[in-house]
């Protein structure tokens, strides 16, 4: 079982920046490709950014040239960097971590950090 803790979640002024954490327990965040995932109230939740073990990264289109998504294999942390944020920017992020092993996938998830920005 893999135990992840996103952290670094908390109340921004727009156009204020932050970077959340994703840590994971054990020895599979090398061999996972890692997502972030945002939920805000009354929406379905929705893919952020993702990356894969080769650092291959998609983002979605709303925070395109406002994120950065990294991962450090060596310490199990991944990292989401979010700048020039809006209040759009609202909700309860979550780390998710997918495995492939012996042909099945294994998808882990945190508790999530909440983000709120507001003046």
């Not at 700048?83 to 759009?88: C, F, V």
């Not at 909700?91 to 507001?118: E, K, M, P």
């Amino acid at each position: 079982q893999v135990h992840i803790v996103e952290s670094g979640g908390g109340l921004v002024q727009p156009g204020g920046s932050l970077t959340l954490s994703c840590a994971a327990s054990g020895s599979a965040f090398s061999t996972a490709a890692m997502n972030w995932y945002r939920q805000a109230p009354g929406n379905q939740r929705e893919l952020v950014a993702g990356i894969s073990i080769y650092g291959v990264t998609i983002f979605e289109d709303s925070v395109k040239g406002r994120a950065t998504i990294s991962r450090d294999d060596a310490k199990n942390t991944g990292y989401l960097q979010l700048n020039s944020l809006k209040p759009e920017d609202t909700a309860i992020y979550y780390c998710n971590l997918v495995q492939t092993r012996l042909g099945r996938q294994f998808d882990y998830w945190g508790q999530g950090t909440q983000v709120t920005v507001s003046s």
